[in-house]
């Protein structure tokens, strides 16, 4: 009896541990043409990349010009040098800041993804997705 008991045990562990492993990482696929595509050098400095290239500038000037544009259905923000596959606290820190001004301007749709030096985000590592 006690054996049944330790190999039930034993498997209810290993389903538990098999549950708690973290999601593969998801890559972008952008299926609107009108998106707003940002990039995020640092928590306080953006560009634009589409849909007309800015220069770098402060993101508070840089979401002031961007509420000018007219209403975009979706922000994607690329988060450039953040290595990880996964949001972590120093995601949080530095893209609180981007989220929050980019859902000031109205869009309904916000993606962070990481960067890798592109232009275009599709098929980039998916950070987070805000409906």
């Known amino acids: 009896m006690k054996i049944g008991i330790s190999i039930a045990l034993a498997a209810l562990a290993v389903s538990l541990t098999s549950c708690a492993t973290s999601r593969p990482p998801q890559t972008f696929h952008n299926t609107d043409n009108n998106a707003v595509v940002i990039d995020s050098l640092d928590q306080k400095t953006g560009q634009m990349l589409q849909p007309a290239a800015t220069v770098r500038e402060d993101s508070n000037m840089f979401l002031a010009k961007a509420a000018n544009l007219s209403k975009r259905q979706t922000t994607v923000v690329t988060v450039e040098n953040y290595n990880e596959s996964q949001p972590s606290l120093q995601y949080h820190i530095r893209g609180t800041q981007w989220f929050i001004g980019v859902q000031s ?27």
Do not use: A, C, M, R
């Open 105 to 131: 301007l109205g869009n309904e749709h916000i993606v962070s993804v990481q960067d890798k030096g592109v232009p275009n985000p599709e098929g980039l590592i998916t950070l987070t997705e805000y409906f």
